[in-house]
Nanobody, 126 residues
Framework: QLQLVESGGGLVQPGGSLRLSCAASRFTLENYAIGWFRQAPGKEREGVSCISSGGGSTMYADSVKGRFTISRDNAKNTVNLQMNSLKPEDTAVYYC???????????????????WGQGTQVTVSS
């Protein structure tokens, strides 16, 4: 099973920015579609963004469109999520996950993602 590690979470004020990274050792992330998901206390997990294996297709939840950007850094074997204009409602544990099908179809609820990281906390508060 692919081991994924998220980093970059933290505490930020509303309107601020954070950049999350998803890294893997011993596996090439480029061979997988990678999704970012989040779960707030008392809420269901929800999809945030997804990028296909070649990077040619990206998907975003409506709540983050125009504020978040997903990208690949193949040289570093990472997938990044740049989060700008953060809002208190973005507060959650953020997870990255890998889908061996390489595409972002049916991505939002994460059912086809077979490998998950442990998560990183993002808190948006003044």
């Amino acid at each position: 099973q692919l081991q994924l590690v998220e980093s970059g979470g933290g505490l930020v004020q509303p309107g601020g920015s954070l950049r999350l990274s998803c890294a893997a050792s011993r596996f090439t992330l480029e061979n997988y579609a990678i999704g970012w998901f989040r779960q707030a206390p008392g809420k269901e997990r929800e999809g945030v963004s997804c990028i296909s294996s070649g990077g040619g297709s990206t998907m975003y939840a409506d709540s983050v469109k125009g504020r978040f950007t997903i990208s690949r850094d193949n040289a570093k074997n990472t997938v990044n999520l740049q989060m700008n204009s953060l809002k208190p409602e973005d507060t959650a544990v953020y997870y990255c996950a890998a889908d061996p099908r390489r595409i972002c179809s049916r991505w939002y609820w994460g059912a086809d993602f077979s490998s998950w990281g442990q998560g990183t906390q993002v808190t948006v508060s003044s």
